[in-house]
């Protein structure tokens, strides 16, 4: 297996072969438009917004001549879920209540209609286990039937010079160890009851108000028999973390600074047993994944994978509809775009996969059944490539990679971008751990090398007004980033998003026709998951 890293010459040639094609931004804004219509009522699982939806992504794959490329010769994969929300209960520390969405914001994925824990409480620092990195937080202790209360990020977040932790991990940079995800799954694993995460605006990246906003309510796949996820989860609020502490005689500032020490121990949080009564509604969920493909001539058995995820938020009781027409019906419309094309040229000697995600506004939960339940062997697919909020605002001098460094399909961006006299730059807020936060990530941490192109990573310099204007458009877009004013406007620059497609446009066309297999960088979280399999792609 070779390094890949193709050069530049090499992408020319395979561009220069290549019909002349490129992404329309008329009909990236006419599928935008007709996807966060209110006809299609905010695109949410399970509704009848999902049922239009569906039908129109099918419909669009077919009228292109496309395979269908989801279960049983159809062009969906089913995804059943589970929606749970607390509705009542008590909860507290010690005896002391602490009430839901104040001091304490908890969720449940199970399929449970009631929770009931009595249980002492162990503070586990960061709760990192990274042999690679020689690096436990847990030291063996015993946490079966325990509540695990954690730090946020990874444990260099804070770290200062000379302290044990400092560049063991990203700095400040936030590796998977540092993501509520690898928390709660680390907590489930060992056993504990429930996982609470003291909450740190800095280290997760948003304010406590984003926090509470789920209103006690959580989205899960079904799960098969040993794939369980921890019971209770959620998290303490930073105002009344030290006073939690305190009780149990412990001080919290002077915990954070061990938990960045090898040789940190769990504590037991004496005195503050947690105790919770809760009810919950339990609902099941039907929904689906919709999955096309371009079969390879040559290599058929090795697959390129293009996504985004085509949910949004759907429509609230009060008739409300949040239509996502950036975050993510314009990565749909891409991922559409690029099957149109590519399916247009000369067929590919490896397998396309067109694949648009259910479930990715509830937890990445549709890429996630897709990655525990996968159509085309994860060992032979090449890589993921994915879209989820493109720039509209103008053209721009460079492209935001979240993720920088992380595998070597940079290279190939890096080329793709010169062809458009771009220059690939690093994502700007690479504490908030964005490469975690999308569908790539599902088939990324089962070591598919993968490649996201959002634009939350950090402004575009425009080529009209540079990152100014480029800052303030993307402070406008955040003011409506998963709100009812992510809109289609016909004001936005559908070409300039072209552009961002015309990326993978170029990418694809060389990894669909290449013998190369890219790689994560050495000592990547997942790169020994990829390497263990190697065997099949040699």
Not at 178 to 199: C, M, P, Q, S
Not at 206 to 222: K, P, Q
Request: aromatic residues 10%; neutral net charge.
């Amino acid at each position: 297996m070779r390094l890949f890293a193709l050069s530049l010459p090499l992408l020319l040639l395979a561009a220069a072969s290549a019909p002349e094609r490129k992404t329309d931004p008329a009909r990236l804004s006419e599928m935008v438009k007709t996807l966060a219509s209110p006809e299609f009522e905010g695109r949410g699982p399970g509704t009848p917004g999902e049922e239009k939806t569906v039908a129109y992504l099918v419909d669009r794959f077919k009228a292109l001549g496309l395979e269908p490329g989801g279960d049983n010769g159809t062009f969906v994969q089913r995804v059943p879920m589970v929606h749970t929300k607390i509705t009542g209960g008590t909860m507290a520390f010690g005896g002391e209540t602490v009430e839901q969405g104040k001091a304490i914001s908890v969720t449940t994925v199970g399929a449970k209609e009631r929770i009931a824990v009595n249980a002492p409480t162990v503070f586990v620092g960061y709760g990192v286990h990274a042999p690679e990195a020689g690096w436990d937080d847990f030291k063996g202790v015993d946490l079966k039937g325990k509540v695990a209360v954690f730090l946020i990020n990874d444990p260099d977040f804070e770290a200062l010079d000379g302290e044990d932790a400092k560049g063991k991990f990203g700095d400040r940079r936030m590796t998977y160890y540092g993501r509520w995800t690898y928390k709660f799954d680390e907590a489930a694993k060992r056993g504990a009851v429930a996982a609470l995460i003291v909450h740190d605006s800095a280290g997760v990246g948003y304010g406590w108000s984003t926090v509470t906003a789920n209103n006690g309510e959580n989205y899960d796949i079904v799960r098969a028999a040993g794939d369980s996820k921890i019971p209770l989860q959620g998290w303490i609020a930073n105002e009344a973390s030290d006073g939690l502490f305190a009780r149990a005689r412990l001080d919290l500032k002077a915990l954070r600074v061990q938990a960045r020490s090898a040789s940190f121990r769990p504590v037991e949080m004496k005195g503050v047993n947690f105790t919770a009564n809760l009810n919950v509604s339990v609902e099941r969920i039907q929904t689906a994944n919709v999955i096309a493909k371009i079969s390879g001539s040559l290599y058929p058995k090795e697959t390129v994978m293009f996504g985004a995820h085509w949910d949004a938020y759907g429509k609230a009781a009060d008739g409300t509809i949040r239509p996502g027409a950036n975050d993510d019906a314009l990565g749909t419309a891409g991922v559409l775009e690029l099957a149109r094309l590519f399916k247009a040229a000369k067929p590919p000697e490896r397998t396309m996969v067109f694949a648009l995600w259910t479930g990715e506004e509830r937890g990445l939960l549709g890429s996630e059944y897709y990655g525990s339940h996968p159509l085309y062997p994860l060992e032979k697919t090449v890589a993921n490539l994915t879209l989820d909020i493109l720039n509209t605002g103008g053209f721009s001098k460079n492209v935001v990679l979240v993720g920088n460094g992380n595998s070597t399909l940079d290279h190939l961006l890096t080329d793709a971008a010169k062809l458009q006299e771009r220059v690939v730059t690093p994502e700007t807020f690479s504490e908030r751990g964005l490469f975690f936060r999308a569908d790539h990530f599902s088939v990324a941490r089962r070591g598919v090398p993968s490649l996201l192109i959002m634009q939350l990573g950090g402004a575009p310099d425009l080529r009209e007004g540079g990152t100014t204007a480029g800052q303030a458009w993307l402070d406008g877009y955040m003011k409506c980033y998963h709100q009812a004013c992510d809109a289609w406007d016909p004001k936005w620059n559908f070409a300039a998003a072209a552009q961002d497609v015309d990326l993978f446009l170029d990418m694809g066309e060389q990894l669909a026709n290449s013998r190369e297999w890219p790689r994560w960088r050495a000592g990547f979280e997942f790169e020994n998951i990829r390497e263990a399999s190697a065997a099949a792609r040699r």
